[in-house]
Structures are given as structure tokens and as C-alpha cells.
């Protein structure tokens, strides 16, 4: 559970929820982040800082809309996270 996750499928079909439900169901909590072509790697270190803070789950929707460079970045990021 400390790993990460990555739900996939067509929209509509719960995936959001699912997460939603199984944080709560192990007592967790879960952020949901609604991503967008605005997001720079500057906000997403500060979330990414108050998630290990409070160790709460993060569920990213609509993880595409992200630019690519600002992808990039975030995967750095992680690595050092999960390291």
C-alpha cells in the first residue's frame, strides 16, 4: 500500500471512487487533485510535500491534461519520494 497505484480504464467507471473508498475503508485519508494544463512542478512539490506530511492517499484526475515537461518533472520527483 505504500507503493502506489495506478487505476485504469474508460471514464466513468469509478476508479475515483474506488480509491476514494478504499482509503476510508483503511482509514486514510484521500486527496483528490483535479490536474490541469496549469499545473507547474512548483505546485505539484508543495502537494507533494503536504501529502508526506500528513500521509494522506492522492488520487490525481485527469492526470493527462498535465504537460509533458511539467510530467517529467513530477517523475523525478517521485523517484526521490519513493527512494
Not at 485527469?62 to 513530477?74: A, D, H, M, T, Y
Amino acid at each position: 500500500l505504500n507503493l502506489g497505484g495506478a487505476p485504469a480504464g474508460p471514464a466513468g467507471t469509478g476508479k475515483t471512487e474506488t480509491t476514494k473508498d478504499l482509503a476510508k475503508a483503511l482509514a486514510k485519508q484521500c486527496v483528490v487533485f483535479n490536474c490541469g494544463p496549469e499545473m507547474d512542478y512548483i505546485m505539484v512539490a508543495k502537494f507533494f510535500k503536504g501529502l508526506s506530511v500528513s500521509g494522506a492517499w492522492c488520487c490525481f484526475d485527469e492526470f493527462n491534461r498535465i504537460n509533458i515537461e511539467v510530467l517529467s518533472v513530477i517523475a523525478q520527483q517521485l523517484l526521490v519520494l519513493f527512494n
